[in-house]
């Protein structure tokens, strides 16, 4: 009698909270966000004494060469990106086997939580869509694609504009 093998469970991103650690310059406050492609912090950036939003990258993304390669090649065309619709990378680092991107922190609501709490009126709707479009259309001149629109990733700012965040 054959006994079968048990399943490989993945195991659970990152399960050890930063919170409280210094990485590089930046010391994490609280963790904001959760998803598949990281963990987002509330950080504050020592050298610069302001708020940042801190992006852990989970290590079996960075594991293969390539994939490294890449994701550190967009992200620096996506700091390239000098837009008010769209949310300012300062810079990835890695410190402490933490492979991170220190990015703008955007106070405000995802779109997609708007959403959730029922339909926009079309005035407002459409004023969100344009800015979207347009911060689209300044990544396109620069050969940039989102690859994961979706109001998730659409934050609507406490004076209400659109910015478009997590470029994959």
């Known amino acids: 009698m054959r006994r079968e093998q048990p399943k490989q469970v993945p195991e659970p991103l990152m399960t050890t909270s930063l919170t409280g650690r210094t990485l590089s310059h930046y010391r994490v406050i609280e963790e904001i ?3 598949g492609m990281g963990i987002v912090y509330r950080a504050f950036d020592i050298k610069l004494s302001r708020e940042v939003a801190l992006k852990v990258l989970p290590p079996e993304l960075l594991a293969d060469p390539e994939r490294r390669r890449r994701f550190i090649q967009e992200a620096r065309a996506a700091a390239a990106l000098v837009d008010a619709r769209i949310a300012v990378v300062h810079e990835i680092d890695d410190a402490e086997g933490v492979t991170f991107l220190a990015m703008e922190l955007i106070h405000g609501e995802k779109l ?11 005035g407002r709707a459409l004023d969100l869509a344009i800015e979207v479009v347009g911060g689209l259309a300044k990544a396109h001149e620069k050969g940039i694609v989102h690859r994961d629109m979706k109001p998730g ?16």
């Open 33 to 35: 966000n959760r998803g």
């Open 112 to 122: 997609s939580v708007l959403l959730a709490q029922g339909p926009l009126r079309t």
């Open 153 to 168: 990733n659409i934050m609507v700012t406490q004076d209400g504009h659109a910015k478009i965040i997590d470029f994959g």
